[in-house]
């Protein structure tokens, strides 16, 4: 069964770190891969996705992921974390094909100390 | 602001009762998606439409049913209430491709 893993609930970094959360998923083939960002009492943004071609894919707000085939890994980064990040992030697949559902992980919470 | 409208944003009801919850799509974008997010279960899919048509079923409950209207639109509705069923609701659509845009959800408080 397809299945997406976020093995951190929580991380807390301080403002201006640099920040990695983690997510592996568990497929047949690759699949599509996305990363979302879902702020307190509001619905779920897109933050970038991969498709196919460069493995390293750029976002809004700053961010990257890194896709590695070989880890079946889709980690997001971003070089200086602000306040304004602090937000649920989760990882999510979807079969190749057109109009797949999305497959979440359970979501990492971002605490951002100042 | 994804384009994709629900409403409403909140609803408190009790046990036993029936609601139906809505969501307008993206201009042009013929998919719609519901989702329940649970702090219990995540985010998990419940049903796909497309054009008008179911395209495909995720862990959605029998007391659960869902359409999509000729001006795309698409409504929710959870019958038989029970205190499990509170939760988020998320919508979203998408023309083409699995780029899916989220709206705002509709909380369901079941008393």
């Known amino acids: 069964a397809q299945s997406v893993t976020q093995p951190d609930i929580h991380i807390t970094v301080s403002e201006g770190a640099s920040l990695e959360l983690r997510c592996n998923y568990s497929?047949?083939?690759?699949?599509?891969l996305f990363w979302y960002v879902q702020s307190p009492g509001q619905g779920l943004q897109l933050l970038l996705k991969?498709?196919?071609?460069?493995?390293l894919v750029q976002g809004i707000k700053g961010f990257e992921a890194e896709f590695k085939r070989s880890q079946s890994s889709f980690n997001l980064r971003k070089p200086s974390v602000h306040w304004s990040d602090a937000a649920e992030y989760f990882c999510?697949?979807?079969?190749?094909?057109?109009?797949?559902?999305?497959?979440f992980g359970a979501g990492t919470i971002l605490r951002v100390k100042s | 602001d994804s384009g994709v409208t629900q409403t409403p944003k909140h609803l408190i009801t009790a046990t036993g009762q029936r609601v139906t919850l809505r969501c307008s799509p993206r201009?042009?974008?013929?998919?719609v998606y519901w989702y329940q997010q649970s702090l219990d279960q995540g985010l998990q899919f419940l049903i796909q439409?497309?054009?008008?048509?179911?395209?495909a079923k995720g862990n959605i409950l029998e007391r659960f049913s869902a359409q999509q209207f000729p001006d795309l639109h698409s409504e929710l509705n959870l019958s038989s209430l029970e205190l499990g069923d509170s939760a988020l609701y998320f919508c979203?659509?998408?023309?083409?491709?699995?780029?899916?845009?989220f709206g705002p959800g509709t909380r369901l408080t079941v008393l």
């Open positions: 979203a659509s998408s023309l083409q491709g699995n780029e899916q845009f």
């Open positions: 497929y047949g083939a690759t699949p599509y």
């Open positions: 991969y498709f196919s071609g460069d493995t």
């Open positions: 999510a697949v979807a079969p190749r094909g057109y109009g797949n559902k999305l497959v």
């Open positions: 201009s042009g974008d013929l998919s």
């Open positions: 439409y497309y054009n008008g048509e179911e395209r």
